[in-house]
Nanobody, 119 residues
Framework: VQLVESGGGLVEPGGSLRLSCVAS????????MSWYRQAPGRERELVAS????????DYADFVKGRFTISRDNNKNTVSLQMNSLKTEDTAVYYC?????????????WGQGTQVTVSS
């Protein structure tokens, strides 16, 4: 199983970045895909999720209206378009795949990609 993130980097406040996560080794379209982030000294927090089928999305309040999550089940890819970035968005961003069954759950994580928002 692999989740490989890309697209992080340094951007000025107000700028944009697009993160991508390519998945392999599991049945991608069975899984809810999410982006989490973790800033130094803080706990990992959920940023956005998109369910396996139907495309319903959920966002943390602090990114609503600025970030957009999307997925392509044909390419096993989930993306996060981040606009109007703020300094407080600086963090390592992680891709997550989640499956919940009647008796167990499965979570896979990527290695993370650094996003730094600074002037």
């Amino acid at each position: 199983v692999q989740l490989v993130e890309s697209g992080g980097g340094l951007v000025e406040p107000g700028g944009s970045l697009r993160l991508s996560c390519v998945a392999s080794g599991f049945t991608f379209n069975w899984y809810t895909m999410s982006w989490y982030r973790q800033a130094p000294g803080r706990e990992r927090e959920l940023v956005a999720s998109i369910i396996s089928v139907g495309g319903r999305t959920d966002y943390a309040d602090f990114v609503k209206g600025r970030f957009t999550i999307s997925r392509d089940n044909n390419k096993n890819t989930v993306s996060l378009q981040m606009n109007s970035l703020k300094t407080e968005d600086t963090a390592v961003y992680y891709c997550n795949a989640h499956w919940a069954g009647a008796l167990r759950t499965i979570d896979y994580w990527g290695q993370g990609t650094q996003v730094t928002v600074s002037s």
